[in-house]
């Protein structure tokens, strides 16, 4: 009788470790994420592929992210990079005319060597600067894992990628966002101008800067600029069934306000650190255009009309004379956007 106590007391006892262990397992796969502020970079930071170390003066605020796939916006921002590049606009050469904020997936390798090529190369406006940089968060599946080391590799090799710790899901494109708004803020407040797109865009730097930004001329402050949606597609969608649906208790208006396209929009440099510090009292929403206006509303900027068709928000047929007086075109795959690029420029020449 003794021996079947002692029995039941030792299965009891490993039924109650294992689910401890399990315990501690989901307990883990919380990550408690680090805000910093505009202006607050750790001074200790040594390196662009660690964590943020917490100093004194940081100011923070921590929150928990579980990994479980996001259906809506993860409560953020976050800056807590996983890969920073800190170094890439130091303080002592002249600030760039132009940021590019790329928003991509780990998986896209080739789209991002397709742009490095083409329209996203530093070196396209000699004396001028361009900074080139690929906006990610992460995956947590067994593939992601083994993208991430890659990822990390081809971060070494070209330093143009920057990381923070949020799951990369088509909801939290507003968190991607804010991270390069974040970025600009914190290490290139001085660029002239910054654009926002994404990696199945066709952008036609040249014309941008050279036709539409003018470097001649001095730069703007409170611009922001690009494909302004209609009224007629401004309507908050309540049907659950539609991919634009809007729950009205993350948003409870019945229009939203006037937003720019987010296939790429371009903005004043100054207007990094000023969407950046309003989104902190403006809670997230599951649209990163739609937020964006919203901070814009907020902040009383309006927005800049731009010379009629020069933002396209869809895919248009190649043609060298309407490719190269556009600045975007939309879904084009990494083989056409050589191949056009080759056509709009053969000897990197414009007239």
Not at 174 to 201: E, F, I, Q
Not at 232 to 257: F, L
Not at 344 to 349: G, N, P, Y
């Amino acid at each position: 009788m003794k021996w079947k106590w002692k029995h039941i007391a030792a299965v009891l006892c490993l039924s109650f470790l294992g689910a401890l262990i399990f315990y501690v397992f989901q307990v883990d796969k919380v990550w408690q994420i680090v805000l910093y502020l505009p202006g607050n970079a750790n001074p200790s930071e040594e390196g662009d592929h660690t964590g943020d170390n917490t100093g004194d003066q940081t100011k923070q605020m921590t929150r928990n992210v579980t990994t479980q796939v996001s259906i809506s916006p993860t409560p953020g921002p976050f800056p807590y990079y996983i890969i920073r590049e800190s170094n890439k606009c130091p303080e002592g050469k002249p600030p760039p005319f132009l940021v590019l904020l790329i928003l991509t997936v780990a998986g896209e390798v080739e789209a991002r060597n397709s742009i490095r090529q083409t329209w996203g190369d530093e070196s396209l406006a000699p004396g001028l600067g361009i900074i080139r940089l690929f906006l990610l968060g992460v995956q947590e599946s067994k593939l992601g894992r083994l993208q991430q080391k890659t990822l990390e590799a081809e971060s070494l090799r070209h330093h143009d990628i920057i990381q923070q710790d949020f799951l990369d899901t088509y909801y939290n494109l507003t968190l991607k966002t804010l991270m390069g708004m974040n970025w600009v803020a914190m290490h290139c407040p001085r660029a002239s101008y910054v654009m926002k797109t994404d990696s199945d865009m066709l952008v036609n730097t040249v014309f941008l800067i050279h036709k539409l930004l003018r470097p001649e001329l001095k730069p703007k402050t409170n611009y922001f600029t690009g494909y302004i949606q209609p009224s007629s597609v401004r309507a908050t969608i309540r049907d659950k069934s539609h991919k634009w649906y809007m729950p009205p208790e993350e948003y409870s208006n019945e229009m939203y306000p006037d937003y720019c396209s987010g296939t790429g929009y371009v903005f004043s440099g100054d207007m990094a650190t000023k969407l950046y510090g309003t989104s902190l009292n403006i809670p997230l929403l599951r649209f990163e255009d739609v937020y964006v206006g919203v901070c814009l509303e907020r902040l009383g900027i309006k927005l800049t009309p731009s010379p009629g068709g020069l933002f396209i928000p869809w895919r248009v047929p190649f043609s060298r004379a309407i490719y190269r007086n556009i600045v975007t075109i939309h879904h084009i795959d990494p083989g056409r956007m050589l191949d056009y690029w080759h056509k709009m420029f053969f000897k990197w020449e414009w007239v």
